[in-house]
């Protein structure tokens, strides 16, 4: 797997690419097959600032890290991207442990005996009694000890499904105090490791981002 390192207005020495390099295959073993992965570095005043996106088949994963030093940087951004690493694999686990509907198998059809009018109906008629028709219909002529069948039709209702409990989240966790951009947005709901957001933009439109099971997130402009 090659990674991919940008340097802004900083150097990057081979023990930290070695030691990004290193990070991101423990990742991968959590996380599953990466496709790409880019690392950014660059200085902000006093900070050291690493910057990883890592995209796989399923999810992304944007980690910032923030220090003086660059090691220390590098290290809180690997570690903030195993984080969601993980916790993607357990959503993922999770969805997988959800009840499955259960096939109920169709009662199999019982045959009901005949009543009495019924059996004096098929008894067996006499020679007489056929010769004597007068032109109608012969009663039909059973076996004595015979019982007609008839087949009923008997249904079968599933059981109740599973009731998966909502997952609640604290309004004061979820709200942007600062306005942002919509890609502003998306980067703070990743870097703050969030399943919910809600913000307002520069004109004054609000906005909820959220991400849906599958692991994408997805924006919802309130009217």
Known sequence: MEVEFTARQV???????????????????VLGKITTAALTFRAE?????????????????????????????????????ELQAQRFRERVRASKRLPKPIAVPEAPVRARAPRKTERAALAVATPEEIAAGNGHAAPVVRPPGKKARAAITVHSFPGNAAVVEPHILSAAEAVAIRPMTIEEAVKEAEYRDRDLLIFRTLTGALFVLHRRRDGAMELVEVP
């Open 45 to 81: 005043r006093h900070l050291q600032i690493v910057e990883i996106s890592l995209q796989t088949r399923q999810h992304q994963i944007i980690a910032k890290g923030e220090s003086p030093s660059q090691e220390t940087a590098l290290r809180h951004a690997l570690a903030h991207a």
């Open 11 to 29: 150097k990057i020495s081979k023990a930290l690419k070695i030691g990004a390099e290193d990070g991101i295959e423990r990742i991968a073993l």
